[in-house]
Structure formats: structure tokens, C-alpha cells
């Protein structure tokens, strides 16, 4: 009986923890005033990058990840967003460190979203390597602290507290 009471009193906890929480959708991590225009410029080859001649008469590299401002209100604030996860650190059975991203394969194939489309995590329990490439849901703290890693920058870094399975709720 004494398990049930602490499961109950705990589910209760969790649900109240999540109602404080805000949930964001990555258009949140924008400024108001850019949510409207797009995220990156077309890429007139297709996913190619510029070839040597295009690139001596000026053309922009759409290999090169562009800047986007935070939102400094959201400094501070307890969020949960769902992402994919781009690893970074951990071990044989998880990952501890990772960017949380918008899209499967983002930074990985494609040109790198802007930078506040990125956030990095921190999560000291892990996400178990099995389920690194399904979309994840990641509650915790979020501070407009930007986070730069070999030729990526994050806008965002967020120290997790939970980590789980996406679903549609």
C-alpha cells in the first residue's frame, strides 16, 4: 500500500511539474518579427553546393550555417520541445550531451538550420542509444546561452530533466 501512496503522490508531482511547463514549438525559438520570412535561402542546386566559378563570381555558400537571434524572453523558462537528436557525448549504452533539432538529419547532410534552431542539451541520465534516432520530447531549463561545436552553433542550450518518446500530447 505504502508503494502505491508514494506512485500516486508522485504521478500528481509530475503532472503538476508538467502543467508549469511551456511547451514551444520551434517557430517559439524565433523572434516574433521573423517568424514569417523563411528559415534559410532556396539552394538553387538542389542540395548541391556552389560550384568553384559560382563561388568566385560571388555566390553565397549554402553550406555555411546562418546566425538567427534568440528569444530573450525564454531565458530562464522551464520549456519542454520535441526534436531530433544530433549526439554528442556519452558512452557505450547513452548519450549525455546532444543538439536537439527540428528535423531528421539536420547537420548531418543537409546545410545546418540557423542558429537558433539548435539547442544544446545536457542531460546527466541519458538517453538510451536505442531510441537516439526516433523523435524525443525534452523538458528542463533553457537559457539563451549560445553553444558552438566544430562548425555548428547553437542558439540555446537547455540542462534536461526529462527526456522521453515523442507522442502527439
Known amino acids: 500500500m505504502k ?12 503532472t503538476q511539474v508538467l502543467a508549469e511547463v511551456r ?6 525559438l524565433r523572434p516574433e518579427s521573423e517568424r514569417n520570412q523563411p528559415l534559410m535561402p532556396a539552394n538553387p542546386h538542389g542540395g548541391v553546393p556552389f560550384g568553384p566559378e559560382e563561388e568566385l563570381m560571388g555566390g553565397a ?14 531565458n530562464g523558462q ?10 554528442l557525448e556519452g558512452d557505450e549504452t547513452k ?12 547537420c548531418v547532410h543537409v546545410p545546418p538550420p540557423p542558429t537558433n534552431q539548435l ?9 538510451p542509444l536505442d531510441i537516439i534516432w526516433d523523435a524525443i520530447w525534452v523538458t528542463g531549463t533553457l537559457h539563451t546561452t549560445s553553444f558552438s561545436v566544430e562548425e555548428f552553433s547553437a542558439g540555446y542550450t537547455l540542462q534536461a530533466t526529462l527526456a522521453t518518446p515523442y507522442d502527439e500530447g
Do not use: C, H
Not at 508503494?3 to 509530475?14: D, E, P, Q, R, Y
Not at 511547451?23 to 517559439?28: C, G, K, M, P, S
Not at 543538439?99 to 538529419?105: E, K, Q
Open 3 to 14: 508503494n502505491v501512496v508514494i506512485l500516486a503522490m508522485s504521478l500528481l508531482f509530475s
Open 23 to 28: 511547451v514551444l514549438e520551434w517557430d517559439d
Open 78 to 87: 522551464e520549456v519542454r520541445l520535441p526534436g531530433f537528436i544530433v549526439p
Open 95 to 106: 548519450v549525455t550531451e546532444f543538439l536537439l533539432v527540428p528535423y531528421f538529419g539536420a
Open 61 to 74: 555558400d549554402p553550406w555555411i550555417q546562418s546566425t538567427g537571434p534568440v528569444v530573450p524572453e525564454l
Open 119 to 127: 539547442v544544446y542539451v545536457k542531460y546527466e541520465q541519458g538517453i
